[in-house]
C-alpha cells in the first residue's frame, strides 16, 4: 500500500503487526499477516518437523524441572496440568526481583527475556472495555514478575545444568526472596 498520509501509514503499519506502534505496546486490534510465498515454501518444509520440535521442547522442560528439583528449586517450573500437553513456546518463571535476577543472570552470559510485559486490560486495543490499573491485581503482579529462560528445541542438558545453577546462586545469595511458580 502506498500513501502520502503520514497518520494513516502509521495506522496500517500498526495494523499489520498486531495494533501495536511498539513492541507489546497494543493501541488497536490488529493483524499478523507478513507470511509471503518464500515464507510459506520454507515454513511448509518446517512444518515436517514440528512434533518432533515439540517433543524436544518438552524434553528439555522435564530436565529443567528434575533439575529445579535436583537443586531444591522444585516450586520454580510452570505449573502444567495433568490433562495438558504444554509445547514450551516459552519457559517462564517467576521473579519478584525481576531486574536483578535478570542481570544476574547476564553476568553469566544466560538470556533471558519478558514476553507480554502490559497485561491485556492495559493495552489501548482495550481500554474501550472500561478496565484499569489495579482491576486485575494478580495478572498485574504476575506480569511484573514473570521472565523467560531459554527454551528450544536444541536446548541442551549441559547448558540447562549452567543455567539452573546461576538461578540456584542468585536465589542463595540472598537477593532473591522467592522464585515462584510460573
Known amino acids: 500500500m502506498t500513501t502520502d498520509d503520514a ?12 495494533g501495536q506502534a511498539r513492541k507489546y505496546y497494543h493501541e488497536m486490534e490488529g493483524y499478523n499477516g ?4 518464500i515464507q510459506a515454501g520454507i515454513l511448509s518444509v518446517k512444518l515436517k518437523r514440528l512434533a518432533e520440535w515439540n517433543a524436544e521442547r518438552r524434553e528439555a522442560a522435564a530436565r529443567y524441572r528434575q533439575l529445579f528439583d535436583e537443586a531444591g528449586l522444585g516450586e520454580l517450573p510452570p505449573y502444567e496440568p ?5 509445547v514450551y513456546h516459552l519457559y517462564v518463571i ?5 531486574e536483578a535476577f535478570m542481570r544476574s543472570l ?5 538470556g533471558t527475556a519478558i514476553h507480554y510485559p502490559v497485561p491485556l486490560h492495559l493495552q489501548a486495543a482495550y481500554r474501550g472495555l472500561g478496565y484499569g490499573l489495579g482491576d486485575f491485581p494478580v495478572t498485574e503482579r504476575v506480569t511484573a514478575e514473570i521472565v523467560s529462560l ?4 536444541q ?3 549441559e547448558q540447562q545444568t549452567r543455567i539452573v545453577q546461576a538461578v540456584h546462586s542468585f536465589r542463595s545469595a540472598g537477593a532473591l526472596a522467592a522464585v515462584a511458580i510460573g
Open 82 to 86: 495433568e490433562w495438558a500437553k504444554a
Open 7 to 18: 497518520e494513516l501509514a502509521r495506522k496500517i503499519r500498526m495494523l499489520r503487526d498486531h
Open 155 to 157: 536446548l541442551m542438558q
Open 34 to 37: 507478513r507470511l509471503d510465498a
Open 106 to 110: 547476564a553476568e553469566a552470559n544466560i
Open 94 to 98: 517467576r521473579a519478584p526481583e525481576r
Open 150 to 153: 531459554p527454551m528450544f528445541p
